[in-house]
């Protein structure tokens, strides 16, 4: 079930500019000519490599394109199979090869996509067997996935991929595309088999690729991969709990090298350059494990590597830890630098277990611990990269069972007593419109088994499950701001001057009283917030960086960079900041109201009215509207969520949280090429799959918000089952259904004007439309919730009601620089704001 979700997610991206290696095959199925893709890598036709016998095939051309495809090469075009049909590919005898199979279950007329069950043989390996794209697909909220597989082909110079219908009267097969890449010779050999003194042979078995994971790293893309075109994903969705330890990157004076023995295509030097450990208090690293959780098939043997670089310590004794598979000791006092020899030198070594089919067993751990017995300098652990693969089972297959839809779904669809899809293209859409929020569903759904698993023994709390953590975390140390003793300039102080002041540690620890407990007023990933009053009783927020923490300097710079340019009614205010002895400090303007989120759910304070939550709803508009276009240069917050919507003793709404934010470099330009990074819950799918950041990601970050405010739950609930999990997913499948009136708050049933509800919700599903060209702008948001509001207030008026469909950006409403006088800045919205003002 889970192999195609996993690796589906792996190669969203399958882009190479590298010339194909001998014995490589990069085939476009059904195209009648060599092609090339969007990303310039070039697809041969397939024709000349099926065998005679394969006469019953054909060539068509999918009805639909689902936006989420990278490119119409290779997923436009599919070879169709009525019988038994074969591809023969020409390949060096003992080789073992990548093979990776790109499908993309779209209607290929005449043949509707839920028939297509079929068998895949390579050589005498069974890969997939009754399997049905449709469904794995529909299961996944995608469109299109891979799965990759590491065939071996023995004594034969020939690898044959046959595709057999699994009923010859009734279903057929298909294929979009196929990869073929060479491997390096001995990449696999054995394993360590974990609780006996045994090796596993990898010998002339096949694997497929469940996982491949760069541990404390940012996500690699193929052409960035050591010639084998893999992609490797940042490991923080499969940590277990909110115990994740630390992420940091080489210093710049290591120098990593590969040593003689290991050929430089087992992984990147990317791969090896970063690394998660477990932190500098031995005391908290002793009482927990670093964990990581996956899916996997069960009565299935695995492959687990473990990828090791020191990037720190140079010395045996310095860091040593133990290695847990399933709860099964895999290796005692594991010692990088005993292994490798010296620091900066990569190093990998291979474990195997079996995993038995029993309750629960369809989960593969990984754990590393202290090692108490070594005695070592540091209790501490590190890992730079993790892989896991499937081998196959005596029989040679390697096939699992086809995932499962969601219940729900299907219950809605037999009640209503047809597909949900029924429009001319829907019969596609079920499977690829929905990918809007389908990752993270799949993501959390992961996780929410984990949350089912007993707690063990040096785990933190079960409860911690709902501390969601960045997709794509900053990790950086902290050498780039300035440690001082006293107050005094720095970088940071000449890109402000003027605009926010620099407090000296001194100061802050006064009105903190030291940083004493009793001041903290909450607690986010950059660290405390405490309370305190500065210049004769202004109160202020001031949030402390983590001090055991590597992370967050890039953050803290930009947070103080961007907010010291910009003021806004709807924006918090920076008032300054401090950067002593490494300390990261930030004072804001105190928000009496705290978090919206905090009015929403699990607190104790009274419900908001709905023309509350408008009110509010309006306020964040605002200030995202001015980010998007009332600067010199577009800004991007791209970190949109309800605990960054702040309030103040006035129920004012003021975005928060700066510290992702990015800036165009004018308005004209369209995106911004960057590495992801966001909230789980709140992250424009879009952005994910192709990396390039717009201001309609702030607008589907929004469009989650403005869900959560109308149903008071979180974005992610990894408790509720897993249709439920994403409450964009959640939302989207009850509108369809008719039910959506179900999941609002019950406190606002009977309390929402009809025709204001509709339009609410009619603003909140186009924010969160797949496709960023079909969201509104924020200009158009605001506009809607504004006359949202009038319906509430005065529906029938409303109703009559033609304010302008755009906003005049241009008059009194463009601050940067020095320039902090808002006294204009609800100019442009005059024509909508009431006598009393919000």
Not at 146 to 155: A, K, L, N
Not at 263 to 282: C, F, H, Q, W
Not at 395 to 418: F, V, W, Y
Request: proline share 4%; hydrophobic share 35%.
């Amino acid at each position: 079930m889970f192999p195609f979700i996993i690796f589906s997610l792996l190669l969203l991206t399958t882009t190479t500019n590298s010339a194909p290696a001998s014995d490589s095959f990069i085939i476009s199925c059904g195209s009648s000519s060599d092609e090339t893709d969007s990303n310039g890598r070039t697809w041969s036709s397939d024709s000349k490599y099926l065998t005679p016998s394969s006469h019953d095939s054909t060539i068509s051309i999918a009805k639909y394109q689902d936006p989420s495809l990278p490119s119409q090469i290779p997923y436009m075009t599919a070879r169709i199979f009525t019988s038994i049909s074969t591809y023969q590919f020409n390949v060096s005898s003992n080789q073992r090869f990548f093979l990776r199979l790109h499908f993309y279950p779209s209607t290929y007329s005449p043949l509707d996509p839920k028939n297509a069950y079929f068998n895949v043989v390579a050589n005498e390996f069974t890969l997939l067997h009754n399997f049905s794209a449709f469904i794995t697909a529909k299961a996944l909220t995608q469109a299109y996935f891979i799965s990759e597989f590491c065939i071996v082909t023995s004594q034969s110079s020939k690898l044959n991929i046959t595709f057999i219908p699994y009923s010859p009267t009734s279903s057929y097969a298909f294929i979009n595309g196929i990869e073929i890449i060479p491997m390096p010779d001995h990449m696999f050999q054995t394993a360590t088999l974990i609780d006996t003194d045994q090796s596993f042979e990898v010998g002339n078995n096949s694997l497929q690729t469940m996982f491949r994971l760069n541990v404390g790293g940012q996500s690699i893309a193929p052409n960035k991969d050591s010639g084998l075109s893999r992609t490797w994903y940042d490991d923080s969705r499969y940590l277990f709990g909110a115990a994740a330890g630390v992420t940091f990157t080489s210093d710049k004076n290591v120098k990593i090298e590969y040593p003689s023995s290991m050929n430089e295509k087992i992984a990147p030097l990317d791969v090896y350059s970063t690394a998660r450990t477990m932190g500098p208090n031995a005391t908290v690293n002793l009482n927990y494990n670093l964990s990581w959780v996956f899916q996997v098939d069960a009565n299935f043997t695995y492959v687990v590597r473990f990828h090791f670089c020191e990037l720190e310590l140079t010395k045996i004794n310095q860091r040593v830890f133990d290695i847990y598979i399933n709860n099964q000791t895999a290796q005692e006092s594991a010692d990088v630098i005993a292994w490798s020899g010296s620091e900066g030198v990569p190093f990998y070594k291979d474990f195997a277990t079996y995993v038995m089919d029993g309750p629960g067993d369809e989960e593969l751990w990984v754990e590393l611990h202290p090692s108490v017995s070594s005695k070592p300098e540091y209790y501490d652990a590190i890992l730079n990269g993790l892989e896991i693969f499937k081998v196959n089972d005596s029989d040679g297959n390697l096939a699992g069972p086809n995932p499962t839809p969601s219940h729900l779904l299907l219950d809605a669809e037999r009640r209503e007593g047809k597909k949900l899809s029924t429009s001319k293209h829907d019969c596609d859409k079920a499977i690829g419109g929905a990918v809007g929020a389908g990752f993270v569903v799949i993501v959390a759904v992961c996780i929410f088994v984990v949350y089912r698993k007993k707690k063990r023994n040096g785990f933190a709390n079960d409860s911690v499950l709902g501390n969601w953590i960045p997709l794509c975390g900053s990790s950086h140390k902290p050498t780039t701001v300035s440690d001082k003793s006293s107050g005094g300039s720095s970088n940071l102080s000449s890109l402000t001057q003027g605009l926010c002041q620099h407090f000296s540690l001194a100061g802050i620890k006064h009105v903190t009283q030291n940083f004493d407990e009793s001041q903290v007023i909450g607690v986010g990933g950059f660290g405390k917030v405490y309370k305190g009053c500065i210049d004769g009783g202004t109160k202020v927020a001031i949030k402390r960086s983590n001090p055991s923490s590597n992370q967050g300097v890039t953050e803290f710079q930009t947070e103080i960079v961007m907010l010291s340019k910009l003021r806004h009614q709807h924006l918090v205010s920076l008032i300054g900041f401090c950067e002593e002895n490494g300390e990261m400090i930030l004072v804001y303007d105190y928000m009496a109201n705290g978090t919206l989120r905090e009015h929403l759910y699990k607190s104790d304070n009274p419900d908001l009215s709905w023309k509350q939550r408008l009110k509010i709803c309006i306020g964040a508009a605002k200030g995202l509207h001015y980010l998007h276009t009332g600067a010199k240069n577009t800004i991007i917050h791209r970190d949109v969520k309800t605990t960054n919507i702040l309030l103040d003793e006035s129920w004012v709404a003021k975005v928060s949280d700066f510290g992702l934010s990015k800036s165009g470099t004018n308005l004209n330009q369209t995106h911004v090429t960057t590495m992801v990074k966001g909230s789980f819950g709140y992250l424009d799918p879009e952005y994910f799959r192709r990396q390039q950041l717009t201001e309609k990601s702030d607008v589907y970050s929004f469009g989650v918000v403005l869900f959560e405010v109308l149903c008071a739950r979180p974005a992610l609930d990894p408790s509720l089952p897993k249709e439920q999990v994403s409450l964009a997913d959640w939302a989207l499948l009850n509108l369809r259904k008719g039910t959506l009136e179900d999941i609002i708050d019950p406190f606002l049933k009977g309390k929402i004007n009809h025709e204001s509800l509709k339009k609410f919700v009619e603003t909140a599903e186009k924010c969160i439309a797949d496709n960023g060209l079909e969201r509104p702008s924020m200009g158009d948001v605001l506009w809607k919730l504004d006359f949202t509001l009038q319906l509430q207030e005065a529906p029938d008026g409303a109703k009559h009601a033609s304010p302008k469909a755009t906003w005049d950006t241009e008059e009194g409403t463009i601050y940067s620089g020095s320039e902090l006088d808002d006294s204009n800045s609800s100019a442009i919205f005059s024509q909508m704001e009431s006598q009393s003002g919000r």
